[in-house]
């Protein structure tokens, strides 16, 4: 195991619930088993590189605020080998089985693109290595189309045909990182693929160029032989005012209208929901019932400010309805659960990166187990199945089986005087959730 730039910080160890010791597991055993399988390749937990090794602590009001070891080292390229070993360090210590990055997280750009896939290769040759030691691996790559200035109008819904060229190569070459470090999944989000004002836009010639641009990745993906699972990563506003990819519903829709369903799934993140006004669970379920849930961004937002606060999970009740999502879907390989959350400014310490995922390997560790015995024992599934019995008999029945149409159906509720129907029980359903909690 590396021990480089944490020495003071041993691999952290499971003491249970009754442990005070802030750099140890309290609830998350990764060999504990449940359903045959361990916790830590049910959950497959991820650490997210840009926010764990690239963040700051900068904010609009003041600069950044993170004491990180590797700073002091001013070679661009030396730092970002650094950066990488440090980030092995932190998943082994965690006992974390992957990463994720994007392409411009673990390597600093050039001034021409061949310069910057030069860097970026030799980046990526001193990740192998460290590979070669380690169980960690690539749990998604991806490009950042977002950050350089090139990117103000979006990337591939850009007005300037030269910006799609230049996208398009920068995914190519994260394409085959990805496939070369064994990644699992490729993960697309449109931070600026979307509008600020109509009145310059032409939407319909955007959402085409964006539908051309995935099915380029579709082709390329499988001239190059990778079969990681294509992802998309919804998100409502923010940067733009307008995102295409909206929320899961829209992702969904997109993808049908255009005939690339069948290689896309979603990249979910709580802090994303709730910015589109649903519930993380809502996103979950409506991924899972249409066979479309491939990974999530674990996280949450703070339900007083409007923007995306990236916070480490902590809250047990999204934790464990989330949980409940994912094991109602039969797991969530080859995707898994990615810590797309920093620590706060004011948690600067090199420590705090420890104390913050543990708190939500916890959370989520918990809410599993939660939600693992509330799919077992059936009581939501039960009231559910209850409430709609009237679908798999009688009339109902025929209206399942298309057996029926409008004239049909009048002549058979017009005559009757009362229309049976029972409570929803919503408070019941919700205060069994917490006895389970």
Same mark, same amino acid.
């Given at each position: 195991?590396?021990?480089?730039?944490?020495?003071?910080?041993?691999?952290?160890?499971?003491?249970?619930?009754?442990?005070?010791?802030?750099?140890?597991?309290?609830?998350?055993?990764?060999?504990?088993?449940?359903?045959?399988?361990?916790?830590?390749?049910?959950?497959?937990?991820?650490?997210?590189?840009?926010?764990?090794?690239?963040?700051?602590?900068? #904010?609009?009001?003041?600069? /950044?605020?993170? &004491? !990180?070891?590797?700073?002091? %080292?001013? $070679?661009?390229?030396?730092?970002?080998? =650094?950066?990488?070993?440090?980030?092995?360090?932190?998943?082994?210590?965690?006992?974390?089985?992957?990463?994720?990055?994007?392409?411009? #997280?673990?390597?600093?750009? /050039?001034?021409? &693109? !061949?310069?910057?896939?030069? %860097?970026? $290769?030799?980046?990526?040759?001193?990740? =192998?290595?460290?590979?070669?030691?380690?169980?960690?691996?690539?749990?998604?790559?991806?490009?950042?189309?977002?950050?350089?200035?090139?990117?103000?109008?979006?990337?591939?819904?850009?007005?300037?045909?030269?910006?799609?060229?230049?996208?398009?190569?920068?995914?190519?070459? =994260?394409?085959?990182?990805?496939?070369?470090?064994?990644?699992?999944?490729?993960?697309?989000?449109?931070?600026?693929?979307?509008?600020?004002?109509?009145?310059?836009?032409?939407?319909?010639?955007?959402?085409?160029?964006?539908?051309?641009?995935?099915?380029?990745?579709?082709?390329?993906?499988?001239?190059?032989?990778?079969?990681?699972?294509?992802?998309?990563?919804?998100?409502?506003?923010?940067?733009?005012?307008?995102?295409?990819?909206?929320?899961?519903?829209?992702?969904?829709?997109?993808?049908?209208?255009?005939?690339?369903?069948?290689?896309?799934?979603?990249?979910?993140?709580?802090?994303?929901?709730?910015?589109?006004?649903?519930?993380?669970?809502?996103?979950?379920?409506?991924?899972?019932?249409?066979?479309?849930?491939?990974?999530?961004?674990?996280?949450?937002?703070?339900?007083?400010?409007?923007?995306?606060?990236?916070?480490?999970?902590?809250?047990?009740?999204?934790?464990?309805?989330?949980?409940?999502?994912?094991?109602?879907?039969?797991?969530?390989?080859?995707?898994?659960?990615?810590?797309?959350?920093?620590?706060?400014?004011?948690?600067?310490?090199?420590?705090?990166?420890?104390?913050?995922?543990?708190?939500?390997?916890?959370?989520?560790?918990?809410?599993?187990?939660?939600?693992?015995?509330?799919?077992?024992?059936?009581?939501?599934?039960?009231?559910?199945?209850?409430?709609?019995?009237?679908?798999?008999?009688?009339?109902?029945?025929?209206?399942?089986?298309?057996?029926?149409?409008?004239?049909?159906?009048?002549?058979?509720?017009?005559?009757?005087?009362?229309?049976?129907?029972?409570?929803?029980?919503?408070?019941?359903?919700?205060?069994?959730?917490?006895?389970?909690?």
């Amino acid at each position: 195991m590396i021990n480089e730039f944490f020495k003071n910080i041993d691999k952290i160890p499971y003491e249970g619930p009754g442990s005070d010791n802030p750099l140890a597991f309290k609830y998350y055993n990764p060999e504990e088993k449940i359903g045959g399988k361990s916790l830590k390749e049910h959950l497959r937990f991820s650490l997210a590189y840009w926010h764990t090794l690239n963040g700051s602590g900068q #904010d609009p009001f003041g600069v /950044g605020t993170m &004491l !990180r070891p590797w700073l002091s %080292i001013s $070679d661009p390229v030396e730092q970002a080998k =650094a950066r990488m070993t440090a980030c092995f360090e932190i998943a082994e210590k965690l006992d974390m089985p992957f990463f994720c990055f994007h392409d411009r #997280d673990i390597a600093p750009e /050039g001034k021409t &693109l !061949r310069e910057s896939n030069k %860097i970026l $290769d030799e980046i990526v040759s001193h990740t =192998a290595e460290l590979m070669r030691y380690s169980s960690v691996k690539l749990l998604w790559g991806t490009a950042n189309l977002f950050s350089n200035p090139r990117f103000v109008h979006g990337a591939s819904t850009s007005p300037n045909a030269d910006v799609f060229a230049y996208a398009a190569a920068q995914v190519k070459k =994260a394409l085959e990182i990805t496939r070369e470090l064994g990644g699992s999944n490729y993960v697309f989000w449109g931070g600026r693929e979307g509008y600020e004002t109509l009145l310059n836009t032409d939407m319909k010639l955007e959402l085409d160029n964006l539908a051309r641009f995935l099915r380029m990745a579709v082709d390329y993906a499988k001239e190059i032989g990778f079969t990681g699972q294509f992802l998309i990563e919804p998100k409502p506003k923010e940067p733009t005012k307008h995102q295409y990819d909206f929320d899961t519903a829209t992702v969904y829709g997109f993808l049908k209208s255009h005939g690339l369903d069948e290689y896309f799934k979603v990249n979910i993140e709580m802090n994303h929901a709730t910015l589109a006004y649903h519930t993380f669970q809502h996103e979950l379920h409506f991924a899972r019932i249409n066979n479309f849930l491939g990974s999530l961004d674990v996280n949450q937002g703070d339900y007083l400010l409007g923007w995306d606060t990236d916070q480490f999970p902590t809250n047990l009740y999204e934790t464990t309805l989330a949980m409940y999502e994912v094991i109602k879907n039969g797991g969530i390989a080859p995707g898994g659960l990615n810590f797309d959350a920093k620590v706060r400014r004011g948690s600067f310490e090199p420590e705090d990166i420890f104390i913050a995922h543990i708190a939500g390997m916890d959370a989520l560790a918990r809410g599993f187990k939660t939600a693992y015995k509330m799919v077992e024992d059936r009581k939501l599934d039960n009231f559910i199945e209850e409430r709609y019995a009237s679908y798999r008999e009688g009339i109902g029945k025929d209206i399942v089986e298309g057996k029926v149409g409008f004239k049909e159906l009048e002549e058979y509720i017009l005559d009757k005087e009362v229309v049976q129907y029972k409570s929803g029980r919503q408070e019941l359903l919700e205060a069994i959730v917490n006895q389970y909690i």
